[in-house]
């Protein structure tokens, strides 16, 4: 990677203290957040690293070796916070 044209975001020092307040507002949080800085730079999140992880399966099946071949967990490191449903905006 490199340092002056990519960066990162911790945000679960964000998301933890909002779930309590409601459940859904961790993910309505984070879909805001990213859809804001969609607008000025590319977002590598989830759904792209969950799209990511499905092309290389596909690569690797018919590869010989491809029991041996290691993809992330992208399910089981995604917050479970972050798979609900987000709010609605609209009132």
Request: aromatic share 10%; hydrophobic share 35%; charged share 30%.
């Amino acid at each position: 990677m490199d340092p002056d044209s990519a960066a990162f975001v911790v945000l679960k020092p964000v998301l933890a203290p909002l779930e309590p307040i409601h459940s859904r507002l961790p993910a309505t949080f984070f879909n805001q957040f990213v859809g804001s800085l969609h607008r000025w730079v590319r977002v590598y999140e989830y759904d792209d690293a969950g799209e990511r992880v499905e092309v290389l399966r596909e690569w690797y099946e018919g590869d010989e070796d491809a029991e041996q071949c290691e993809v992330p967990d992208i399910e089981g490191c995604t917050p479970k916070c972050l798979k609900e449903q987000p709010m609605s905006l609209e009132h």
